[in-house]
Every structure is written in structure tokens, then in C-alpha cells.
T-cell receptor, first 112, second 115 residues
Framework: GQQLNQSPQSMFIQEGEDVSMNCTSSSIFNTWLWYKQDPGEGPVLLIALYKAGELTSNGRLTAQFGITRKDSFLNISASIPSDVGIYFCAGNVNQAGTALIFGKGTTLSVSS | SAVISQKPSRDICQRGTSLTIQCQVDSQVTMMFWYRQQPGQSLTLIATANQGSEATYESGFVIDKFPISRPNLTFSTLTVSNMSPEDSSIYLC????????????FGPGTRLTVL
């Protein structure tokens, strides 16, 4: 079945640093989504991407849908302590709200 | 965005018992999804719940173990049957909304511990 490779698995950074994480898939995706999960909570949608090459920002977060439609990256600029959490990429190959395939997550730690 | 609630938020259960988890969406949705997140792991889809039809289960998940109900367009339940410690996980429901098409929103999850 389809798999998503997400890297890095974990990151330890200083407050104020920029962060970059990415996902690659074995299949072409029609949608890429980036989620953040805090301890004891469900994943919260950060950014949704629908078109190859699309670059979308949400505050200090920027994500891009790769030209090949098999990859996506998420950048966080000027990190702050509340950015701590697990970031998941997710995508699907079909339209109309079908189930998502998730990456294994990137655990972000920010020291102040 | 959709608002999704789940009950219970957490439970500790004995081996061999069953637990039913409820998921409520604040708008009508055609599809709802149930995921499992084992400790320290990513999310794995259990099944897709369509209103008015049988749920569709992913490989490795069966209806006898995880029966699902979908009585209307805003509600679904997942039962974890005959539990064992290996069932200890977070169980999450999600739903897309008409406005957001492919964007899925998640409930807060049910943290299950089986002793």
C-alpha cells in the first residue's frame, strides 16, 4: 500500500530558529495536509495543499506541494516554545474526502 | 472548520470487556473515519463509516472486533470488543466537511488503557 516517509523523526532546536520537515510518498497525491498534535489532543489541521507547486502560509508556517506530487515540506520560521509537538504530514490519492494516509510524525522540541 | 467531540475522553478497562466510543460532529457529514494511534506511533485508519451502509474496514481490522454504528449524519460509535492490553491506544474519529472538501478534522481522541 501507499506509504509516506516523513523526516526527520525528531528535532531539537533553540527558540528563534527555523525548522524544516518533509514527506515523500511512493504514489502521486492529490492532497497534502499538515497537522500538529499536542499531548493528549487530536491532530489539528495547520495547512492544506491541493495543487502541485502550491505554496501556502499560515502565520509562521509555510508548506509546499511538490511539483512531482509525491512530496511536501513544512517550514516553521522563528520557532517559539509553543511550537513543541508532533507534526504529521498526511495525504490522499482520491477526491471527495477519502481517508488519509499519515506519515510517522516529526517530534519537535524547542528550548528557550 | 468542523467541531468534533468524543466520549469518553479516556478509560481504563479490564481485559475481555468492551468499550463503545462516541463521536459527534457539529454538522452533517457523509463520511466519518475511525483511526487508531498506538503509543508513540502515527495514525492508522480502522474503518470508514458511511451513513446508511456497512462500514468499510482496512486490512487488519474486522467488524467483530471493531463494530461501528452510523445512525445519522452527525454521529458514529466505535466499539472495541473483547479487549486485550494490545488494544491500549488512542482512538480518534475524523470527518471532512462540505466546506473543506478534502480537509479532515479530528476529535480530541479517546485514550484507552486495557489492563
Amino acid at each position: 500500500g501507499q506509504q509516506l516517509n516523513q523526516s526527520p523523526q525528531s528535532m531539537f532546536i533553540q527558540e528563534g530558529e527555523d525548522v524544516s520537515m518533509n514527506c515523500t510518498s511512493s504514489s502521486i497525491f492529490n492532497t497534502w495536509l499538515w497537522y500538529k498534535q499536542d499531548p493528549g489532543e487530536g491532530p489539528v489541521l495547520l495547512i492544506a495543499l491541493y495543487k502541485a507547486g502550491e505554496l501556502t502560509s499560515n502565520g509562521r508556517l509555510t508548506a509546499q506541494f511538490g511539483i512531482t506530487r509525491k512530496d511536501s515540506f513544512l517550514n516553521i520560521s522563528a520557532s517559539i516554545p509553543s511550537d513543541v509537538g508532533i507534526y504529521f504530514c498526511a495525504g490522499n490519492v482520491n477526491q471527495a474526502g477519502t481517508a488519509l494516509i499519515f506519515g510517522k510524525g516529526t517530534t519537535l522540541s524547542v528550548s528557550s | 472548520s468542523a467541531v468534533i467531540s468524543q466520549k469518553p475522553s479516556r478509560d481504563i478497562c479490564q481485559r475481555g470487556t468492551s468499550l463503545t466510543i462516541q463521536c459527534q460532529v457539529d454538522s452533517q457529514v457523509t463520511m466519518m473515519f475511525w483511526y487508531r494511534q498506538q503509543p508513540g506511533q502515527s495514525l492508522t485508519l480502522i474503518a470508514t463509516a458511511n451513513q446508511g451502509s456497512e462500514a468499510t474496514y482496512e486490512s487488519g481490522f474486522v467488524i467483530d472486533k471493531f463494530p461501528i454504528s452510523r445512525p445519522n449524519l452527525t454521529f458514529s460509535t466505535l466499539t472495541v470488543s473483547n479487549m486485550s492490553p494490545e488494544d491500549s491506544s488512542i482512538y480518534l474519529c475524523s470527518a471532512p466537511t462540505a466546506n473543506s472538501y478534502n480537509e479532515q478534522f479530528f476529535g480530541p481522541g479517546t485514550r484507552l488503557t486495557v489492563l
